[in-house]
């Protein structure tokens, strides 16, 4: 049964650093982009980033580049999302999805399998 499972959210001051994770289970996620999305409430559901399947492309939203890094452990079917600099405007549920395929895209349609999600609070 294909699984992800994200941990590592929390609370975290402005400016503070957080990292999450995704673990894949049930598939060989080396097969498939992994991206990391995000949901505010009240707002529609969001790519922020991804990492290619085959080899560790990236893509970011302009709204996080130069602020996250993604990043994969291809051995241990494990995702990461480095977020620094954090603002008040990064509150959200974060979501890891996989999309069968080598195509880098934040479009959530596009993606296959979704995590649970995991709370990202940004607040002083």
């Known amino acids: 049964q294909l699984q992800l499972v994200e941990s590592g959210g929390g609370l975290v001051q402005p400016g503070g650093s957080l990292s999450l994770s995704c673990v894949a289970s049930g598939f060989t996620s080396n097969s498939y982009v992994i991206g990391w999305f995000r949901q505010a409430p009240g707002k529609e559901r969001e790519g922020v980033s991804c990492?290619?399947?085959?080899?560790?492309?990236?893509a970011y939203a302009e709204s996080v580049k130069d602020r996250f890094t993604i990043s994969r452990d291809y051995a241990k079917n494990m995702v990461y999302l480095q977020m620094n600099s954090l603002e008040f405007e990064d509150t959200a549920v974060y979501y890891c999805?996989?999309?069968?395929?080598?195509?880098?895209?934040?479009?959530?349609?596009?993606?296959?399998?979704w995590g649970q999600g995991i709370q990202v609070t940004v607040s002083s």
């Open positions: 990492i290619g399947a085959y080899e560790s492309v990236t």
């Open positions: 999805a996989a999309a069968a395929g080598g195509v880098l895209s934040l479009r959530p349609e596009r993606y296959d399998y």
